[in-house]
């Protein structure tokens, strides 16, 4: 297993070693002690999230204040374009965004910690996506950005207007959204 850092370097992108011959493959998605390693701190998970979408569904960007959490994510079916936004107003980074590609074939995986907005757009037929929370979920602090904020200026890779819900379709801009102040990781 190893990591990369992202544009943004708290954000990481993970490369498990991956074992395989005609039979399939193997490989080992999550190991406490060698991810507390990689990222340089002891992190505890609390949750883990499945969801599926068909092509062209964009959740996000989705955050917690209060109650703000990690997430490592991966795709087990599909593939997604997968973006982290830094809301650390403190940080050199902030309102700064970071995209990667997952998708069961590469078997890539996205940490991302406390104090960004998270969200991802799905590229393949359907996709079934897979995370980690370093705390629950809490309604009453969940917020979200909208994906199409010209300040954050995401370069989604879609040509037609994506599915998004009621709440991702009202969302308001990053200016008008609350942030972190504190430090939160």
């Known amino acids: 297993m190893k990591a990369i850092s992202l544009a943004i370097p708290e954000v ?15 490989f080992e998605s999550f ?52 973006v982290a936004v830094d809301l650390r107003r403190l940080s050199p980074t902030y309102g700064n965004w970071v995209g990667v590609t997952l998708s069961a074939e590469n078997k890539r995986q996205v940490w991302i910690p406390e104090g960004f907005a998270h969200g991802f757009l799905v590229l393949s037929k359907s996709a079934q996506f897979l995370y980690k929370t370093t705390d629950f979920y809490s309604p009453e602090n969940e917020r979200a950005i909208a994906w199409n904020d010209p300040q954050l200026n995401i370069n989604w890779p879609i040509e037609t207007d994506p599915i998004l819900s009621k709440k991702d379709a009202t969302a308001p801009t990053l200016r008008d959204a609350e942030a972190f102040t504190d430090p939160v990781s």
């Open 12 to 26: 990481l992108q993970i490369e498990p070693a991956v074992f395989g011959d005609d039979r399939g493959f193997f």
């Open 31 to 82: 190991n406490q002690a060698r991810f507390n390693a990689l990222i340089g701190r002891d992190v505890n998970f609390v949750q883990d999230n499945h969801s599926k979408s068909a092509r062209n569904v964009l959740r996000g960007l989705h955050y917690q204040v209060k109650q703000p959490q990690g997430k490592l994510v991966r795709v087990i079916e599909g593939e997604v374009f997968d």
